[in-house]
């Protein structure tokens, strides 16, 4: 139904009386210190990005106070404990609490208007995630004026970081502060990934989708497979920390290497987490100012998927200088060289593009021609350290330090800001100042490269990173001035620019403004309700290839130009051709989102300082917050179909892989995946690089018996949960509880064996690596069981209240999916576990 | 510090790994440099000028596809014949090595030198044991300093006790990480007698910053020579104001950490001080060794790189302290 566009358009005038007061109504933002309730993406999309600069500010504090410390050799306006702590909070607080979330920020806050939606599918979801990075963020920063800030650096290698070199609570505010703040960022890419799939305008194929949303979705998938591993390596280290199990201390069989391997397989990817968005800003904004379609949009395309999938076969060229063979290095070096090859491609698509067009010169232009003088110069340095014996004197310098400051100030910060030049009069409905945008962007190139610049002279004269201070006499004193007076002068670019917001810009209501002249759908007349009607969509260019078509959205002649069910939604397309396929009702404004972010940062934060009580109120409050919530999530379908216009009539409620559920269910469980195959890669590493023997022979291997019998108690539970969903249709309401109840004891009695094999051994987690990761890889069974016990009982307590039936069983399916998972996931472990047995 | 060793990259010493690898970054300045000036002026004409129509195709897989493929397949190539070459030492030409891979000029099997001396360099919060294997005998623990001949290649073997260390010696070679449960292995060599500043490049706590020491190359008889007098134990003090020193040492807790062999002293958590008078550096590279500086570091250890496991000595009388340091600055 409907993949061509309607002949005629949808709805006719005029509007019937009362339909466009019903829209103000319901989509109505709560006002006074209600304001907090809100869950729209567009309103937290503002707040985020806001919160995001404020930890810009924050960080960009820390760097001027580094750079006054190094402007002479030997200063000692702070000392050597405070230096490592702001070095520390730098890297950490600029990378996980601005780079990233700013980036997924203005993904929340564009893409609902640039695919011509209501809102995404999740709005409370992303309301969560907003809180708990804000509270638990700020909290974060809050240690450095406590002497509690960690100080081994943003990449925490242990051991120095573990417990005998480390102790104290600095390491744990980092591992349990960061480890909380990327599952936020997890939610955020799960909103965004089945946003883009799932409510696209009607008309908007893949092909068509404009490059940001290709842009942002292939990062949300970088997101779900890139976070895991750091989520894994985070909760190891604190396991090291908190109960000594080893897993990265060499006498006791783990290996400081692994940690490395899995923190830069997040690590790498993340720089393209953070640079893949700003490209697409960057092709949205050089389409515009140029006035024409953007050259090789599919070669682009293309080149952002060569560049998600390589960054992930990178990670080792942060480890050249541990003494790998050279040939093994090779591989790292080579796919460290090809990336730059699709990077290149974007450059001269984008350069293209600017030669055809007439382009319109004012401040996004020039913060453009910015990022092409930054960002060009980092990657180049970029291919200098892929190359392998030129890393081995590179490395770990101040050439480094210049390097990827070139490449995430050139390609996010000067997109970014590109950004708020162009999209600022979307939100406001009026321009920023022009005087002070170019000034700022003047301001600030002078002052990056007077910055960073110098630094690749002071790496190569031989200036590690990260030290206090450093010896005179080495031709360092004069670059390390100019990079402390840079770094002032481009904090002075950075400041006219919040400056000319705090000026002029204020969220207006009704915004109908394009002073660009762009082709994209974000520029429809906007409101609270966001856009009054949604377009079908024929082309990569809307507003371009149909000049009346802002009038004839506002008039209402598009697809659902008032509320159809009474209560906030947006059209659930098909995810690859945008086929129509039903009303997604959205949920409203919430304490509820407010309570679970802060409750979950409260948790995360009193158990780093062991104030257990807090802790779990935090963790009730937030529980408690998330169920109630989920209680709501899941309303009754009407049974009715709803006419959205064009002779188009839809439902208001789906299931299966037709479900917007399934699809955020789905994600969720590939987020989940990551992390237990990260385990899993963390048992194989260990066994192969430790000559003890794994385990040594000292220890024994799981009993046989138990593990047999956890698998067979699998197997029970799979069995109970296949029977349960075959009674659902049947309306045998009964035996589906029953069939449910029992999956759920299989659950426990396979843990409890699980458990048992080991308990029954002499392994104990402290001895060695072995015994650490089993006993971990158990745990993680356990933390699984608890979350089938919750998804259990709230999917039978709805059963019980007549909340499922065969039609409305979107929670039945949610958790039947999570068990097959937990299931395939428990037996996997129990297998690995005993595989030792083979080598045998 | 004083300034006159060289610890940068681009002032290699003669024949070492670090002049092949600079022979390599003068590629990579000239080649980043064209590259990035011609980008930067499509896009600054880009901008300025007017619409023209342009080939779309030609851009995107000439300028985009077929130029970065060609260029980094060359440099591949040619970055791993250097590398290759780093590992046998005896080229000095990154060209040379480049063409040989085609088939190019000689390519003589690069086989180490005979006689390759084996150091042990172990990296510790916050400096730097050597040891000098000596085949047949015992081997030399010294410490903070590395001594070596210019005409043979030395193999470091690198490790630590603790944490993370990375061992730099710019003018000399690349860094290699010494990485708990692992040995590395790093090869150094040249032609070029002098003195050459090495550092942790791997962040490793607190003072990671003042942990560096001094290369020092010299001809093979002159290093032998060398090598044989800090094989001997340290001489008895002559004077009745060493002796004073000599009684200071031992009356404080200095022996617990240090051994000076020959003496009772026999500590290993800290630098071995049996002829610390000979090196260049006191506290790992933080201060030139004379007996000023001596004395300093022995009161005011906690002042001069605070955080260190050595106490400041603050028990000592004047006298003491000055004949202490007078004695340690004799043993050379």
């Known amino acids: 139904m409907s993949s061509r566009p309607p002949d005629e358009l949808p709805n006719t005038l005029p509007r019937p009386a009362g339909e466009f007061e019903r829209l103000q109504a319901v989509w109505k933002r709560p006002r006074g210190w209600r304001v907090l309730t809100q869950v729209n993406n567009t309103a937290i999309g503002l707040w985020y990005i806001g919160a995001a600069l404020l930890f810009l500010v924050l960080g960009g504090i820390l760097a001027l106070i580094m750079r006054t410390q190094l402007v002479v050799p030997g200063n000692d306006l702070v000392d050597y404990d405070l230096y490592n702590q702001l070095f520390t909070m730098h890297g950490s607080v600029m990378m996980f609490l601005f780079a990233v979330p700013v980036i997924e920020a203005i993904g929340i806050l564009l893409l609902p208007a640039m695919q011509g939606a209501r809102d995404l599918p999740f709005p409370r979801l992303s309301a969560y995630a907003f809180w708990a990075y804000f509270v638990g963020g700020l909290v974060f920063f809050t240690t450095i004026f406590f002497d509690l800030a960690p100080d081994g650096g943003w990449f925490m290698y242990p051991p120095l970081t573990s417990y005998e070199f480390s102790p104290g609570l600095r390491t744990d505010f980092w591992l349990l502060g960061i480890g909380f703040i990327e599952i936020s960022a997890i939610a955020g890419a799960i909103e965004i990934v089945v946003g883009i799939l799932r409510t696209r305008p009607p008309g908007m194929t893949l092909d068509k989708m404009p490059i940001y949303l290709w842009a942002m979705l292939i990062v949300g998938a970088m997101i779900i497979f890139g976070f895991p591993p750091v989520i894994l390596a985070t909760a190891l280290l604190e396991l090291e920390r908190a109960f000594h199990w080893p897993f990265f201390l060499a006498e006791k069989g783990g290996d400081p290497l692994l940690w490395q391997h899995l923190f830069w397989l997040f690590g790498h990817p993340d720089v393209y987490i953070i640079f893949l968005p700003a490209a697409g800003l960057v092709s949205m904004m050089v389409a515009t100012m140029a006035q024409t379609p953007l050259i090789g949009y599919r070669w682009i395309v293309v080149a952002m998927l060569a560049t998600g999938t390589i960054s992930f076969a990178l990670w080792v060229h942060h480890m050249f200088a541990t003494g790998m063979p050279h040939l093994s290095l090779s591989f790292f070096s080579a796919a460290s060289m090809a990336v730059a090859i699709p990077a290149g491609l974007q450059v001269f698509s984008w350069i293209a593009t600017l030669w055809r067009g007439n382009v319109q010169r004012t401040t996004p232009t020039y913060f453009l021609l910015g990022f092409f003088g930054v960002f060009v110069l980092g990657g180049l340095t970029g291919v200098m350290l892929a190359v392998v014996p030129y890393d081995w004197q590179a490395h770990d310098t101040y050439f480094v330090v210049a390097h990827l400051h070139y490449v995430l100030i050139g390609g996010m910060l000067f997109p970014v800001f590109a950004g708020i030049y162009y999209w600022a009069p979307l939100i406001s409905g009026r321009q920023l100042s022009e005087r002070m945008g170019t000034w700022a962007c003047t301001i600030m190139f002078i002052g990056v490269n007077l910055t960073f610049f110098p630094m690749h002279i002071a790496g190569l004269l031989g200036m590690p990173r990260r030290v206090w201070t450093y010896a005179d006499g080495y031709g360092l004193e004069i670059y390390n001035l100019l990079s402390t007076v840079g770094a002032f002068v481009f904090a002075a670019g950075i400041g006219i620019v919040l400056l000319d917001l705090l000026l002029h810009f204020r969220p207006a209501g009704k915004v109908n403004t394009n002073p660009w002249r762009a082709g994209s759908l974000e520029w429809l007349p906007q409101d609270e309700y966001a856009i009054r009607s949604i377009p079908f969509v024929t082309n990569r260019d809307p507003l371009w290839a149909n000049p009346s078509l802002p009038e004839e959205v506002d008039a209402g002649q598009h697809y659902l130009p008032g509320t159809a069910t009474g209560v906030r939604e947006t059209i659930v397309t098909s995810p690859i051709d945008a086929r129509p396929q039903y009303v997604l009702r959205l949920p409203g404004s919430s304490w509820l989102p407010v309570l679970a972010g802060v409750g979950t940062a409260v948790f995360f934060l009193a158990l780093t300082v062991k104030w257990m009580v807090i802790a779990v109120l935090g963790a009730i409050v937030a529980l408690v917050s998330i169920l109630m919530w989920l209680w709501q999530s899941d309303p009754a379908p009407s049974g009715k179909l709803f006419d959205i216009g064009g002779g188009l009539s839809l439902p208001d409620y789906m299931t299966g892989s037709n479900s917007h559920s399934w699809w955020s269910m789905v994600v969720l469980m590939l987020v989940d995946g990551s992390i237990f195959a990260c385990l899993i890669f963390t048992f194989f590493y260990l066994w192969t690089v430790t000559l003890s023997g794994f385990p040594p022979e000292s220890l024994e291997l799981p009993l046989i018996g138990s593990s047999v019998a956890a698998a067979l108690a699998w197997a029970v539970s799979v069995a109970a949960m296949y029977v349960s969903n075959r009674m659902l249709p049947q309306k045998r309401m009964g035996a589906v509880g029953l069939t449910l109840t029992a999956a759920l004891a299989g659950v426990w009695i396979a843990f409890g064996l699980s458990l048992h094999a080991l308990l029954e051994t002499n392994l104990q987690p402290q001895l060695h690596g072995y015994a650490s990761t089993a006993y971990t890889t158990v745990a993680w069974q356990g933390l699984h069981a608890v979350l089938l016990t919750l998804m259990a009982g709230f999917t039978l307590v709805r059963l019980w209240l007549g909340m499922i039936d065969p039609v409305r069983r979107v929670v039945f399916d949610n958790t039947r999916i999570m068990w097959y998972y937990c299931a395939a996931q428990g037996v996997l472990a129990l297998l690995v576990m005993s595989s030792p047995r083979l080598a045998m | ?332």
């Open chain 2, 1 to 332: 510090m004083e300034s006159s060793h060289s610890a940068s990259v681009l002032h290699p010493a003669s024949d070492s790994g670090a002049a092949l690898i600079d022979q390599l970054g003068t590629a990579l300045y000239v080649g980043g440099a064209i590259i990035f000036v011609v980008v930067m002026a499509l896009a600054i004409y880009g901008v300025f000028a007017k619409a023209r129509a342009i080939n779309a195709r030609g851009w995107i897989l000439g300028g985009g596809l077929a130029f970065p493929i060609v260029t980094l397949t060359v440099l591949l190539m040619y970055s791993l014949a250097v590398g290759n070459g780093l590992n046998a030492i005896g080229s000095s030409n990154a060209l040379q090595l480049f063409l040989e891979c085609f088939g190019i000029g000689d390519a003589r099997e690069r086989t180490p030198a005979d006689g390759l001396l084996r150091v042990h360099v172990v990296g510790k919060q916050w400096w730097w044991e050597v040891r000098y294997e000596q085949p047949g005998r015992q081997e030399v623990i010294l410490a903070n300093e590395i001594r070596m001949p210019t005409d043979r290649a030395v193999e470091l073997v690198l490790s630590t006790t603790d944490v993370i260390h990375s061992f730099w010696a710019p003018s000399l070679a690349g860094k290699v990480d010494m990485i708990p449960g692992r040995t590395t292995r790093l090869r150094l060599q040249t032609s070029e007698e002098g003195t050459f500043r090495a550092l942790c490049a791997e962040y490793c706590g607190g003072q990671h910053a003042l942990m560096a020491l001094y290369v020092v190359t010299q001809e093979t008889t002159d290093f032998d020579a060398w090598l044989a007098s800090q094989a001997r134990p340290a001489n008895e003090p002559t004077d009745p104001f060493l002796k004073t020193g000599y009684d200071a040492f031992f009356r404080g807790e200095c022996h617990e950490c240090h051994t000076i062999r020959g003496t009772p002293a026999e500590g290993t958590s800290g630098p071995d001080l049996t002829h610390v008078g000979s090196r260049k550096s006191l506290a790992a590279g933080t201060l030139n060794n004379h007996i000023g500086t001596m004395a300093g570091w022995i009161a005011g250890a906690q002042d001069v790189k605070p955080g260190n496991k050595m106490p400041s000595s603050l028990a000592y009388s004047g006298v003491e302290l000055r004949a202490l340091s007078a004695w340690l600055g004799s043993l050379e």
